[in-house]
């Protein structure tokens, strides 16, 4: 799996992000999607039972979109080689 994340000054800091990626796709089309999200918090501690700690994910919406609606940029389908956020490590014995 490709993706590409798209950053902006305009972008709030925590709770959304803007990712395309061929993910959700069978014909390996990539799309854009605005990724939108809450953690819980200190109230949504106190108010359910079932959160155990800050930080848990509460819930989580995507919608595909074709433009940035933080600072209106046209968000382009083809993928620019980008560094991967994670890094794994395999160990042989």
């Known amino acids: 799996m490709e993706y590409q994340i ?4 305009y972008l709030p800091e925590s709770g959304i992000s803007i990712v395309c990626s061929d993910e959700l796709t069978k014909d390996d089309q990539f799309i854009w999607q605005m990724l939108i999200s809450h953690e819980a918090n200190e109230d949504d501690l106190e108010s359910n039972h079932l959160l155990e700690n ?5 819930w ?3 919608v595909q979109i074709q433009c940035c609606p933080y600072c209106g940029e046209k968000l382009n389908r083809q993928l620019n080689k980008q560094e991967p956020l994670l890094h794994y490590h395999y160990y042989v014995c």
Not at 6 to 9: L, Q
Not at 54 to 58: A, H, N, S
């Open 60 to 62: 989580q919406t995507a």
């Open 54 to 58: 800050i930080g848990d994910l509460v």
């Open 6 to 9: 798209h950053k902006c000054n």
